[in-house]
Nanobody, 123 residues
Framework: QVQLVESGGGLVQAGGSLRLSCIASGRTFTNYAMGWFRQAPGKEREFVAVITRSSDLTKYGDSVKGRFFIFRDNAQNTIFLEMNSLKSEDAAVYYC????????????????WGQGTQVTVSS
């Protein structure tokens, strides 16, 4: 499995922006589609975004569409989640995940997960 470490979480005001990063190690990064998921207290894990190995396809959850952007730098074994116009409902622990499938957004298809990074949005 690939090892994943997220960073970039923190406290941000509503309407602000934040960029999360996730660096991968241990396996060939370009073998994986990469995704972001989030989980708020008392809620189920929610799909946020996914990007294919060569960045030719992305998909976003309905609640973040048009505000969040996923991209990857295969040379740096890193993916990013650019979050704009943040809302209080975006507050959650954000997880980076890797899948050997070319494209999926089902969390059960992701075999490697990071430890998560907390995003807090103040109103």
């Amino acid at each position: 499995q690939v090892q994943l470490v997220e960073s970039g979480g923190g406290l941000v005001q509503a309407g602000g922006s934040l960029r999360l990063s996730c660096i991968a190690s241990g396996r060939t990064f370009t073998n994986y589609a990469m995704g972001w998921f989030r989980q708020a207290p008392g809620k189920e894990r929610e799909f946020v975004a996914v990007i294919t190995r060569s960045s030719d396809l992305t998909k976003y959850g309905d609640s973040v569409k048009g505000r969040f952007f996923i991209f990857r730098d295969n040379a740096q074994n890193t993916i990013f989640l650019e979050m704009n116009s943040l809302k209080s409902e975006d507050a959650a622990v954000y997880y980076c995940a890797a899948s050997t499938l070319w494209f999926t957004f089902d969390p059960q298809d992701f075999g490697s997960w990071g430890q998560g990074t907390q995003v807090t949005v103040s109103s």
